[in-house]
């Protein structure tokens, strides 16, 4: 009996251990996965066609597994949203952290997300989504407002510091740029896919805030 005992090994909560970890990690990517083939979906197919079956296949996973991370269609649709907004913030971050002059950060701000909208499936899926909002049964995020609010600010910094046209209005300014901005990427998803945003953008800061361009 000792000698049996002396021969098992000992308990080793190592590999169970282990396990969990491989088995939170294959989670993990399984939901970015899915979370990516449904921005290919919505920004292709638009929310109405899309089905999870189509996300499940996309993803090359089941239909459980879908299920298994987002409760349905819906909340696939809220995460992509989710995501666009967080792509957008990253950019913001990005230009704060850039240390460029209040004007610069404005025409920087802008010029990168035009890049991101012809670049990036999560931030066409988030455009998208957002126009089919009313069609989609579920809580979306507000819209527009806080690239507003960016915007914003780096214009009230800019009139501090002297760098707008007097009478200007930071917030008037920050809107009319936030409407160009969407029109412009619209139309130009409508034309060409958005193969022209880049060139569409810079010609709304040139008419805009000119002296941001010189
Ligand atoms: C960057 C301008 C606004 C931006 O453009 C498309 C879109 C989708 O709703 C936006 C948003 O919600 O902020």
Not at 46 to 55: E, K, N, R
Not at 76 to 96: N, S
Not at 106 to 130: I, K
Request: hydrophobic residues 45%.
């Amino acid at each position: 009996e000792r000698s049996a005992a002396r021969s098992r090994p000992a308990r080793d909560t190592a590999p169970r251990h282990r396990d969990t970890g491989l088995k939170q990690e294959r989670a993990v990517r399984t939901r970015a996965q899915v979370l990516d083939a449904a921005a290919e979906a919505f920004a292709t197919q638009g929310f109405p066609a899309v089905t999870v079956q189509d996300v499940a296949a996309l993803a090359g996973v089941t239909k459980g597994a879908v299920y298994f991370h987002y409760a349905n269609k819906e909340a696939l649709a809220q995460a992509c949203a989710e995501e666009f907004y967080h792509r957008i913030g990253v950019i913001g971050q990005e230009v704060e952290e850039s240390d460029l002059s209040p004007l610069r950060a404005v025409t920087e701000l802008l010029e990168r997300t035009a890049r991101a909208f012809r670049d990036e499936t999560m931030v066409q899926a988030g455009a998208r989504l957002q126009i089919e909002r009313s069609l989609i049964g579920a809580e979306m995020p507000m819209p527009y407002l806080g690239y507003t609010e960016s915007l914003t600010a780096w214009l009230r910094q800019a009139q501090e510091a002297g760098q707008l046209p007097a009478g200007t209005s930071p917030e008037a300014t920050a809107r009319v740029l936030v409407s160009a901005f969407f029109g412009a990427q619209h139309i130009s998803w409508v034309l060409n896919d958005r193969a022209d945003i880049a060139d569409r953008v810079r010609e709304i800061l040139t008419a805009v805030v000119p002296m941001a361009t010189r």
